[in-house]
């Protein structure tokens, strides 16, 4: 099974523009996935999509960079494209707002799908701990059945737990264990042209969660459960969430390298 990691990261952006070459500890936001994703011991190649040549130079010699249309509605779409024009039996998006994105993670992704042929994309989550992101819209819930399968992604805090309707958000992930979802997908490369060849749906347009075209036209998603707290960066401020981050893990690695 052939596996290659797509980057896509586009130049323009409403909240942030120019996101991909922020810096985070002098090194542009775009290397730092880049290097991530090479760690990673499935893919047999990792691509950047994008529409700029800022972008493009900021990876040159990292690795191969194809150059894409502007007019693509999302990271997928921009994928897809890629995807059209290489071979490979699988196509991992990974996002480019994850420099944390742990390697481990893209492996399992991977591996998902060559586990189940049933399935035709593959994703992850993992187990919520703090409270406040119960509640928050812009942390993904998904449930799945017990083979791992998703029945549903939202914004919401499903499920709803009618017995602790009252309760505080702490007591309520003391007694079930709510998962989020984590913003990389696996696809067949079969799949993934169908899915970018599909028109929006209901329920993506009621959520925004474009993965919810996919549940309402009868494709499976199966979800790996993964322990995984990165700090996606949506705005400018976040750059400092993710350089303490970063900062914290290099000096358990000094501990660790000590002992």
Excluded: W
């Excluded at 919520?128 to 942390?139: G, K, M, V, Y």
């Excluded at 309520?172 to 997908?185: A, T």
């Amino acid at each position: 099974m052939k596996v290659i990691g797509i980057i896509p990261a586009r130049y323009e952006s409403t909240r942030f523009p120019g996101k991909p070459l922020a810096l985070i500890n002098g090194k542009p936001m775009i290397v730092h996935v880049v290097e991530r994703c090479k760690r990673s011991e499935v893919l047999s190649e990792v691509i950047v999509a994008t529409d700029d040549d800022r972008i493009r130079r900021a990876v040159a010699g990292l690795c191969r960079v194809e150059m894409t249309s502007r007019d693509h509605a999302t990271g997928t779409d921009r994928v897809a494209e890629v995807a059209a024009r290489v071979e490979a039996d699988v196509l991992i998006n990974i996002q480019g707002d994850e420099p944390l994105i742990d390697p481990v993670i893209i492996d399992k992704v991977a591996n998902a799908l060559n586990a189940n042929d049933l399935v035709q994309i593959s994703t992850a989550a993992s187990v919520i701990h703090e409270p406040t992101e119960l509640s928050n819209p812009n942390i993904v819930k998904v449930v799945v059945d017990r083979s791992g399968i998703a029945l549903y992604f939202s914004r919401y805090s499903i499920p709803f737990l009618r017995e602790l309707a009252d309760a505080s958000n702490a007591e309520k992930l003391s007694r079930f264990r709510y998962l989020k979802h984590i913003g990389i997908y696996g696809f067949r490369k079969d799949a993934l042209l169908r899915f970018v060849s599909l028109d929006k749906s209901l329920l993506e347009e009621a959520e925004k969660l474009e993965q919810l075209r996919a549940l309402e036209n009868g494709m499976r998603i199966i979800v790996v459960e993964v322990a995984y707290n990165g700090v996606p960066v949506d705005t400018p401020s976040d750059i400092k969430l993710v350089e303490n981050q970063l900062l914290s893990s290099n000096r358990i690695n000094s501990v660790g390298g000590m002992e």
